[in-house]
């Protein structure tokens, strides 16, 4: 292959393919420069004067190299790992560092092993980490358990590239003898280990990054960035649907840091891909908020390349792989080509490349493990007149804890007329019967059932509702089609599935973002606040790591207290206060 | 371990080595901080304010990563690694990209192996390449053949780095079966590949590029590294003994490119890094020539590692290698300590570790397999009047062909009253007898010889005298000592031992300085012009790959022609002109 490579670059034999009379945005210089780009055997050859088998004039427009996606979760889309590419690779966007955090904590090392292998069925290029954080707590039961010995023997396998996300802060500064052990695997192994600390700084910054913790996404500031940058870090700057950090954090970028900067989206569901874009959208961003395009484009390319060893990649120069985007300017970024390995695979918005129905393994497949659930298990009894309650607070992922007078009657709760639901989270992995209940103030929800299989990070089921029936029903509603999101209400069941380990759906993704909002729409139609994602904030109540207040299926945890509490609660000191501290 | 950099990172425990009231050049955003620079377990565990069992105040002086020398011959310097070390250390250098290509041409990977084995008798981090060019060419006798499926073999060794300067130009852009062969298995070990490749642009310099090489140092101008560094090549700034481009090349660094320039010493002798230093020196001519000073180390530091991915190295920022240089200042670069791996290695110019005495393996040693070469050996017989002549020009490493009336007399040239030498190379090898014999003009040499085993690239015996007696009783004293340079000349030997491999000295670096003065002023007393370096110039004229005409082992070789050529010559057309062309 080395001698084609040889006789392309001579111009002695044609090129395979040569993008022609393009604008070349050349990372090493930062420069733009006209030239055809020559391609042979899947790798660029020269930038000069080529002629080629198939040619794409690609006159006036700018050619950088194909987007790096340095941290997602694929599921976040919710759509299978092939729609994920025919969505993101018209974006330009050639190859994404993939944490499958969600699908292993349902399903273990297959669920890895699934993200991995669909992913051959598309031209993109996904590495894929192995998540560090299964469960991601102590205080849920997930579908897996990924110990330190695990780590160190999945870290070997092929198909993993390093470590994800390292989002135990705690366990690192603590020293948990599990958390080292993952962190000696990946050090063993030369592997990187991505990181995840909002908000650290200091000597807790340097023993977390001394560890062996190379990478964050999580900076909240640009002062946070700067730090971590100054400390050896790789720092990802974030744009995905809820968490968006690309405006303030590009302010930390400088000609002397720049190199330091990568992009990520991390979490991005289908429809914010369809209508706005990828990678593609980080840049439009970032570039809006005053970066230079040319600093953008190489964070986005030879920066993340750079970062995570990717041999080949981030450049458009002799020697490197043929990932290319073309856009029509480095201000809107509209992307009207791109090539991946050599080959075109989207133009003007479409994806160039078949991936046929997506082929889901047995071990994603049917992973609502749970019995029937009669009304009879919502029932809530308490001992007194008053219940600590999850008070939810705009935006959906932060909850306050509040304590309410809730009447009771025939031992459940009595909720008419209260701005009170019910809260469940159903054991779905192992069939144990856990359910914790829970009430939840605020979310607006009257006459009906919510009920979804995405419930961070355990991913149980989670079931809001303001009777016992309704919930029922939803639930056996998610062991009909075998995980999903549904509305149960005024005599209707209405359903969207995520055959995928409850997590994602097979459906062609406009199919899919089609039937999620007019299953979203009922939601808002039994009463939910627009201050909400009807089903995306349900699915953070479960995660037991953000404050204050969280319901798992073991019960109702106090994150601040980093405990249990029971839904009973003492009378409050006075009216409408917080409750007090037992 | 990691515990333990946890622990100290967090300053629950003591460091153990501090360096206190530091400024510290962060090469990730350019600036100089204040801070002590805590260690443990030999990593860097934080910037910021501890302590140690171990503290050194450094107040007021800049303590910079220690410093990467990106391809050297240790051969070059004529010590022993060990000897070397203690020369390069105190200069702040801690980790060097060795290439030991002269070495293996005589022993073959015996010669690597043993570079690698001696740099552990120090601190300095040594990681060996394989060369690629042994033999450099065809048209000599090497000691040693490395073919490619050698090179496939020897590149999965544990102590080889990746594959060295890949000489062979003409090679790779004409698909040579051994060169592409040595090509593809770095490709296929993922092992780096450096360049060497003058004067080359274009599409030619794209095939060189896009077969799989990665570096150059051999940029003659500014332009040339400019683009080299455009098309993705990572370019060293070199400084080393005779051949000096930092001053040049420098001009070609800016914000934007500065990631892709590294610094390398290639060749430089002992009494060089002795007097003027090693990439300390290499620092102050770049700021000299009006480099960012914080560009220059980071060139020096960061960018080596990166170009190389040697992890954990580059940079003073937690979880990295404690190898520290620091510096007075960032203008004179006159290094106070040197840290290698946690440990003071070197202070105020005097290194801080024994090696002990050079342990050499047999492979190296005794490596002058040659027989008696008496005098008659010598005699050159003409068939006419005149003779093809190396003219040598100030510089000692390019050459002239010219055309010269030579008597003879009983079958033997006449030298007396010319400013002629006999040039004579002795195959050293393989005991194969050959010899090749040729003229020289211009030297000074009178009255005696000058032998050397250093001859580029094959380093068989090169010897110049202008008597056969003298000529032979040199190459008698290097059969002796088993390797060196001696002068041979009015009645006295004099001579300085390179008992391994012919190239290096196993003494110590003073003794070995002083003693190689000596012998130089013993060559100057005999005539030699002091135009010419009297033994370093003579080793270039053995290396038929420079202009234009060169003597090998087997005959006299019109590198212009590419062919060897006759001693005998037509007569010229006219008096003093170049020869006509054959």
């Known amino acids: ?123 993109l290029n996904v590495k894929v980490m192995l998540p560090s954080c299964v469960p991601a707590t102590a205080f849920e039961t997930s579908g897996a358990v990924i110990g330190g010995d695990d780590t160190q023997k999945y870290l070997q396998e092929d198909f993993i590239f390093g470590l994800g996300e390292f989002m135990n802060y705690p366990g690192v500064i603590g020293k948990d003898p599990e958390v080292i052990k993952k962190l000696e695997a990946a050090r063993a192994l030369g592997k990187i280990v991505d990181g995840h600390a909002p908000e650290t700084s200091g000597e807790g910054l340097n023993a977390y990054i001394a560890a062996g913790i190379t990478t964050d996404h999580e900076c909240a500031c640009a002062d946070e960035a700067e730090e971590k940058v100054s400390k050896g870090m790789y720092v990802h700057l974030r744009e995905g649907s809820a968490t968006r950090n690309v405006a303030e954090n590009c302010r930390a970028v400088t000609a002397a840091n720049l190199r330091r900067f990568l992009f990520c989206t991390d979490d991005r569901h289908a ?16 570039v809006r908020a005053g970066m230079n395009p040319v600093w953008a484009v ?15 990649k981030g450049a458009i120069a002799p020697g490197y792989d043929a990932d290319i985007a073309v856009f029509d300017d480095l201000e809107h970024f509209r992307c ?10 989207a133009m003007d918005g479409i994806p160039l490349f078949e991936t046929g129905a997506p082929a889901l393994p047995e071990a994603v497949k049917n992973t609502v493990r749970v019995g029937q659930v009669p009304p009879e298990r919502f029932r809530l009894s308490l001992q007194g007149k008053y219940a600590n309650v999850i ?108 055959d995928i380990a409850g997590l994602m759906s097979s459906l062609p993704a406009d199919e899919y973002i089609r039937r999620s909002e007019e299953l979203l729409q009922a939601a808002y139609d039994l009463g939910v606040s627009r ?12 995660l037991p790591v953000i404050p204050a207040l969280k319901l798992t299926d073991k019960g109702l945890f106090d994150v601040t207290k980093f405990d249990f509490c029971p839904v009973d609660a003492a009378p409050p000191a006075e009216e409408g206060a917080e409750a007090p501290q037992e």
Chains 1, 2 share one sequence.
């Open 1 to 123: 292959m080395i001698e084609r490579y040889i006789d392309a670059a001579l111009g002695k034999t044609r090129a395979d393919v040569v993008l022609k009379n393009g604008r070349v945005l050349n990372v090493f210089t930062g420069e733009v420069q006209r030239g055809d780009i020559a391609i042979a055997g899947g790798k660029i050859v020269g930038v000069g004067s080529y002629e080629g088998e198939h040619e794409y004039d690609i006159g006036g427009k700018i050619a950088v190299p194909g987007l790096i996606d340095a941290h997602v979760h694929i599921e976040s889309s919710q759509l299978s790992p092939e729609e994920f590419a025919k969505l993101v690779v018209p974006c330009g966007t050639t190859t994404v560092i993939a944490d499958p955090h969600e699908i292993t904590n349902v399903c273990g090392i297959d669920g890895a092993r699934y993200i991995a292998e669909a992913s051959k069925n598309t031209p």
């Open 271 to 286: 429809a914010d891909l369809k209508a706005n874009g990828h990678l593609d959208n980080a840049l439009r961003v970032a």
């Open 298 to 312: 190489i964070a986005a390319t030879l920066n993340a390349a750079e970062c995570y060893g990717l041999k080949g």
């Open 336 to 345: 009207t080509l791109t090539v991946i390995g050599g080959k075109a695979a």
């Open 391 to 498: 008070r939810i607070v705009k935006g959906g992922v932060v909850t306050q804890k509040v304590v309410r007078e809730v009447p009771s009657e025939g031992g459940d709760v009595q909720l008419r007329g209260t701005d009170l639901c019910k809260l469940a989270v159903v054991e779905r992995h192992h069939g144990t019967g856990n359910i914790g209940l829970g009430l939840l103030e605020g979310y607006g929800l009257w006459g009906g059932a919510l009920v979804l299989t995405i419930a961070h990070d355990s991913h149980n089921i989670i079931v809001l509702g303001d009777n016992n029936e309704d919930m029922s029903a939803a639930v056996a509603e998610l062991r009909r089609i075998g995980g999903g999101m549904a509305v149960v209400g005024r005599g209707r069941v209405q359903s969207v599935p995520l």
């Open 531 to 542: 201050d909400y994602e009807a089903f995306m904030s349900l699915s953070f109540l479960a």
